[in-house]
């Protein structure tokens, strides 16, 4: 099992930067589509995909908005963060094998361990596809955690 740390409130600067990866694969969309609900064709049917502007599938745009979700809670501020809200615009479609890379910077500290943060998710041709922002809860203190594994999941 691996562990990771925080970075509480009181360490946390106006400026701070930190950056989480994940690259796109279709089991991600299948498991997207089936945890969420969201079956929208432009989703999964590939000859549906290709009436739209889009011309192929794409993934779901909340797909980067979990991906966000997962560096604000595992990069910065890290575990023990509680998330007050998130503002997100789409630029761009995410496709099956984009590399994406969700970039965080502290924009603000705000009274009572709240945090600004930028939030911003960009392609393997550092196009961005997601611009947003996130106000969040920083921890107080100093916590390394060990992540569990998580259980083999199959699709079909």
Same mark, same amino acid.
């Given at each position: 099992m691996s562990t990771i740390s925080n970075t &509480?409130?009181?360490? %946390?600067?106006?400026?701070?930067?930190a950056s989480y990866e994940k690259h796109v694969e279709e089991k991600d969309i299948q498991l997207f589509a089936a945890m969420s609900g969201d079956r929208n064709p432009v989703h999964l049917?590939?000859?549906?995909?290709?009436?739209? %502007?889009?011309k192929e599938r794409i993934a779901h745009g909340m797909f980067s908005g979990a991906l966000i979700?997962?560096?604000v809670a595992c990069t910065m501020p890290g575990p023990g963060t509680i998330y007050l809200g998130q503002t997100m615009k789409f630029t761009r479609p995410v496709k099956i094998n984009d590399t994406l890379t969700v970039r965080l910077e502290i924009l603000e500290? %705000? &009274?009572?361990?709240?945090?600004?943060?930028?939030?911003?998710?960009?392609?393997q041709n550092d196009e961005l596809v997601v611009d947003g922002e996130a106000e969040v809860l920083a921890p107080r203190k100093q916590e390394t955690v060990e992540l569990k594994e998580l259980p083999p999941i199959s699709i079909g």
């Open positions: &509480p409130y009181a360490d %946390l600067e106006v400026g701070q930067q049917d590939a000859e549906f995909a290709a009436g739209t %502007l889009f979700s997962a560096a500290k %705000l &009274p009572k361990n709240r945090v600004r943060i930028a939030t911003r998710v960009f392609n």
